[in-house]
């Protein structure tokens, strides 16, 4: 019998904060004419502010940016450059591929087996070509994702999306 009007009260409790509550519902909507009203004053106040001009993105674009520079300075070490690309798989292929070198190449010279050095020197430049040609076409596939991202004008990637397939090639041959 208690449990029954506990029953009751906590309905009765939830039916009356859902009646009080439709008013003040009721007057949160508003017409479509003051939705447009104050969508025109949104777009009027974000016009003012320069947070998200073409000038401001274009600031953050030239602050965001990788260098090429610093993508080929990294890979003193193979695939540092990749890290710094933000390619951590190439990254750590170029990492083992070095610890494969340290460790096959000293066997080499010990063992007085010019074969494991010769193999050793091959993977150290596969690994140190392959870092530094992985690495620059990350940071170029990063900057191409931040200028995307930040809806800038691409008028000269337009240009070149524009020329037929074969004359792209011949032109510049960056293009994947």
């Keep these: 019998m208690a449990l029954r009007l506990l029953f009751h009260g906590v309905i009765a409790a939830l039916i009356s904060s859902l009646t009080l509550g439709m008013p003040a519902y009721a007057a949160a909507q508003s017409t479509p004419d003051e939705q447009r ?9 974000d016009s003012t502010n320069n ?20 993508a080929i300075l ?4 193979p695939g540092l450059g990749n890290f710094y690309a933000n ?3 190439l990254g750590g292929v170029a990492l083992s591929l070095i610890g494969f070198v340290a460790v096959l190449v000293p066997f080499g010279v010990v063992t ?11 993977v150290a430049g596969f690994a140190y070509g392959g870092s530094v040609t992985t690495s620059l076409f990350g940071v170029r596939a990063y900057n191409r994702r931040l200028h995307e991202s930040l809806q800038l004008d691409e008028s000269h990637s337009a240009f070149l999306r524009d020329l037929p397939r074969s004359r792209q090639l011949t032109l510049l041959n960056l293009r994947f």
């Design 51 to 70: 947070n998200f001009s073409t000038a401001h993105r274009r600031q953050l674009y030239k602050q965001g940016r990788l260098s090429y520079g610093k």
């Design 112 to 122: 007085d087996q010019p074969t494991f050095i010769w193999v050793g020197a091959g």
């Design 37 to 45: 009203a104050e969508s025109a004053e949104r777009e009027a106040s």
């Design 74 to 77: 990294y890979n003193t070490l």
């Design 87 to 89: 390619q951590y798989v």
